[in-house]
């Protein structure tokens, strides 16, 4: 069972920064492509970014300029550096790994709130 636990989530200011992490101990971390996906109350899940194992970045239009994807191989991390965040950034945020093993298949992490007020 691959477990993948977010983290770093909260209440921000517009304007402020946050840094998500999500770490697992799947040794598919080091080859599968990671991604951030969020889903804001009554709209569907989104893209925020992905990472692939060669590190290959990919960000939602919403969020370039904005946000940074990274991986920490080393410690199986990945992180979403959230910079000039706006209320329409307000969400739960999924880490996400596509399995290299079997196409197709993805795991995903519970969610974690960020909440983007004054």
């Known amino acids: 069972q691959v477990q993948l636990v977010e983290s770093g989530g909260g209440l921000v200011q517009p304007g402020g920064s946050l840094r998500l992490a999500c770490a697992t101990e799947?040794?598919?971390?080091?080859?599968?492509?990671m991604g951030w996906y969020r889903q804001a109350p009554e709209k569907q899940r989104e893209l925020v970014a992905t990472i692939t194992g060669g590190g290959f970045t990919n960000y939602g239009d919403s969020v370039k300029g904005r946000f940074a994807i990274s991986r920490e191989k080393g410690k199986n991390i990945m992180y979403l550096q959230m910079n000039s965040l706006e209320p329409e950034d307000t969400a739960v945020y999924y880490c996400?790994?596509?399995?290299?093993?079997?196409?197709?298949?993805?795991?995903w992490g519970k969610g974690i709130l960020v909440t983007v007020s004054s």
């Open positions: 996400n790994l596509e399995s290299p093993l079997a196409p197709g298949v993805d795991y």
């Open positions: 799947s040794s598919m971390f080091r080859f599968g492509t």
